[in-house]
C-alpha cells in the first residue's frame, strides 16, 4: 500500500507585485476562520476596505524579504518536502492554504499518482493549534476530500508544540548560533480571544497551563 502524506502551510502571493499581493490577502482575509463575522460585513470589511488600502504596503514588505528564487516560505516549504522525501517512506506533496499550489490541485496530482489510494497522512505546517491556522486546513481538506475524494480516509498530525523532539531541536539550532551571554527575545503573533472560546472548549491547547507565558519549557 502507498504511503503518501501531505504538508500545507499557510501560502504566499506569487510575487511582490501588488495585483498578486491583493489577490492572495483577498483569499486569506475572506477564510472565516481568519475573519470570523458573518460574510456579508467581512465582505465589506475585505473588500470595501482593507483591499483597497493595504495591498501597497503589504507588496513594499514583501518586496524586502523576496528571494532569487521566488517567495521564502515557499522555498523553504519544498526544501522541507524534500528532506522528508529523503528520511522517511512517505511520497510527500506541498500545498498551501492559499494561493498556490492549492489544497484541491495538490490532492488531484495525488490522486493521477495513486488512483487507489485509501489513506492520506495530512501535516499541517503549524506546530500549535489555533483556529485562524491548523483548524483552517483540517476543515478545508475535509471539504475539499468529502466533495472530490469521499472514499479518502485522512489522518492528520495532531498539533506538537509540547513534544520534546520538537522543543529540543528548536532549543539546538538556537543554541549553535546564539552567544551565550545573548538573550532573545521572542514576539508572537496574537489571536481573538473569542477564537480561543470558540475552537478550544476542551482548554487542551492555550488554556492548558494558567501561567504558561512564565513557565520554562
Known sequence: MS??????????????????????????????????????PRWLLVKGIILNVRPKKSAEAYKSIWWDE???????????VKKVREYSDYETFLAMRYAAPSILN?????????????ELYVVPLYPHFAMSSYESVVD????????HYPGLKLMFKKPWFDEKSYINILTKSISEVLPKDHHLLFSYHGIPVRHLRKSDPTSCHCYAVDDCCNVVS
Not at 521566488?70 to 522541507?80: D, F, T
Open 3 to 40: 504511503k503518501v502524506a501531505l504538508l500545507i502551510n499557510l501560502g504566499s502571493p506569487r510575487s511582490p507585485g501588488v495585483k498578486d499581493v491583493k489577490e492572495y490577502l483577498g483569499e486569506f482575509l475572506m477564510d472565516d476562520h481568519v475573519i470570523d463575522v458573518p460574510k456579508i
Open 70 to 80: 521566488g517567495s521564502p516560505l515557499i522555498a523553504l516549504s519544498e526544501r522541507l
Open 106 to 118: 495538490t490532492l488531484n496530482e495525488i490522486h493521477d499518482k495513486h488512483p487507489g489510494l485509501d
Open 140 to 147: 478545508r481538506v475535509k471539504q475539499l476530500v468529502e466533495e
